[in-house]
Nanobody, 124 residues
Framework: QVQLVESGGGLVQAGGSLRLSCAASSGTVSSYAVGWFRQAPRKEREFVAGINWSAGSTYYPDSVKGRFAISRDNARNTVDLQMNSLKPEDTAVYYC?????????????????WGQGTQVTVSS
């Protein structure tokens, strides 16, 4: 079991950058495949990045590919999401989630553990 806590959200202008961090307050995040998701008001939760167990392959949807980068820091027991060239449409609550197994799939239903979320607001 792992408890996840996100940090790093905030208000940024379009074109700016933010770095989100997903820390394990208990358990070891390196034991899981991890995904980052976001949910904007009146929209479904959306997969934005995933990293396989043991820092293998990474996955991104076309909407963020080339702008977002997910990485592990096993020494800090975190999974980070670097977000560059932010757009107003990136505004949402961002969640990290962990699942057993190797592959970080895009289906939210497959993730067992979720953080509480961190707000990202991009102004135009």
């Amino acid at each position: 079991q792992v408890q996840l806590v996100e940090s790093g959200g905030g208000l940024v202008q379009a074109g700016g950058s933010l770095r989100l961090s997903c820390a394990a307050s208990s358990g070891t995040v390196s034991s899981y495949a991890v995904g980052w998701f976001r949910q904007a008001p009146r929209k479904e939760r959306e997969f934005v990045a995933g990293i396989n167990w043991s820092a293998g392959s990474t996955y991104y949807p076309d909407s963020v590919k080339g702008r977002f980068a997910i990485s592990r820091d096993n020494a800090r027991n975190t999974v980070d999401l670097q977000m560059n060239s932010l757009k107003p449409e990136d505004t949402a609550v961002y969640y990290c989630a962990a699942k057993p197994g190797v592959v970080a799939t895009p289906e939210a239903v497959r993730y067992m553990y979720w953080g509480q979320g961190t707000q990202v607001t991009v102004s135009s």
